[in-house]
């Protein structure tokens, strides 16, 4: 676990000693336990994966007895697991009730939910939802779910029993799944969009001051140099 200047039967610092690579196993007291807790004994503490910070722990709580100890000693096991496993409080609750439970830590990361949600939409289903939307041009939801109901209520096709109760908001889901866009990628161009930005065109004030008429003058140009140009706004009708 890290490198520290220690000699547990006296307690006290030598740096002039060898240097002891203090690992979990030399800890086999409370008294040095708590040693580590309180910072008499520096310890590196590096990063350990989950799955030796899990061995770490079940190692601990076995080789102390944990389960015989008092409240206090407890909690000074607690804080050392703390300080070189890096789980936060929680985490050692949790693991610490599975140890209780069933004498053993389980990394559960690796495995399913306890109680996973029944799936009701197999992927055949979602593979005949995109054979659907392929025939059809992938319609809007309510008028997709009109057809999936029809093809199992009004034409008794067995494989559209589940999809016939498929809700609108379900269905959108299904097509965002990776099964769907694997069966059928839908690739829509861009669209110009026919918006006039802006008109070219003489006005039409209506005898109503305000419509401008701009127009440029240049001077003309002398010994190769521009010459100036000029811009007017003229009103339409007050010709100002």
């Given at each position: 676990?890290?490198?520290?200047?220690?000699?547990?039967?006296?307690?006290?610092?030598?740096?002039?000693?060898?240097?002891?690579?203090?690992?979990?196993?030399?800890?086999?007291?409370?008294?040095?336990?708590?040693?580590?807790?309180?910072?008499?004994?520096?310890?590196?503490?590096?990063?350990?994966?989950?799955?030796?910070?899990?061995?770490?722990?079940?190692?601990?709580?076995?080789?102390?007895?944990?389960?015989?100890?008092?409240?206090?000693?407890?909690?000074?096991?607690?804080?050392?697991?703390?300080?070189?496993?890096?789980?936060?409080?929680?985490?050692?609750?949790?693991?610490?009730?599975?140890?209780?439970?069933?004498?053993?830590?389980?990394?559960?990361?690796?495995?399913?939910?306890?109680?996973a949600f029944p799936r009701r939409y197999t992927d055949q289903?979602?593979?005949?939802?995109?054979?659907?939307?392929?025939?059809?041009?992938q319609m809007s939801g309510p008028a997709t779910r009109k057809?999936?109901?029809?093809?199992?209520?009004?034409?008794?096709?067995?494989?559209?029993?589940?999809?016939?109760?498929?809700?609108?908001?379900?269905?959108?889901?299904?097509?965002?799944?990776?099964?769907?866009?694997?069966?059928?990628?839908?690739?829509?161009?861009?669209?110009?969009?026919?918006?006039?930005?802006?008109?070219?065109?003489?006005?039409?004030?209506?005898?109503?001051?305000?419509?401008?008429?701009?127009?440029?003058?240049?001077?003309?140009?002398?010994?190769?140099?521009?010459?100036?140009?000029?811009?007017?706004?003229?009103?339409?009708?007050?010709?100002?």
């Amino acid at each position: 676990v890290g490198v520290g200047f220690f000699h547990f039967g006296s307690g006290t610092w030598d740096h002039q000693e060898m240097i002891i690579m203090l690992q979990t196993k030399r800890v086999t007291t409370l008294e040095q336990v708590r040693q580590v807790v309180q910072g008499i004994v520096p310890i590196e503490c590096r990063a350990m994966d989950r799955a030796s910070a899990y061995a770490f722990m079940l190692d601990t709580l076995v080789r102390f007895y944990y389960r015989n100890c008092s409240r206090p000693d407890k909690g000074l096991l607690r804080a050392y697991m703390a300080k070189l496993s890096g789980f936060s409080r929680s985490q050692l609750t949790r693991l610490i009730a599975q140890y209780m439970e069933h004498g053993r830590i389980v990394d559960r990361h690796q495995q399913g939910p306890v109680r996973a949600f029944p799936r009701r939409y197999t992927d055949q289903d979602i593979r005949l939802l995109a054979e659907v939307d392929e025939s059809l041009g992938q319609m809007s939801g309510p008028a997709t779910r009109k057809v999936l109901q029809r093809m199992y209520r009004m034409f008794n096709n067995p494989k559209y029993e589940r999809l016939s109760d498929l809700s609108n908001g379900h269905l959108y889901n299904l097509r965002k799944s990776w099964i769907y866009r694997r069966c059928r990628n839908v690739y829509c161009p861009t669209r110009p969009t026919p918006v006039a930005i802006g008109v070219r065109a003489r006005p039409d004030p209506g005898g109503q001051p305000g419509y401008l008429r701009v127009d440029t003058v240049h001077q003309g140009d002398r010994d190769g140099v521009k010459g100036v140009y000029l811009i007017n706004g003229v009103d339409e009708v007050t010709q100002w």
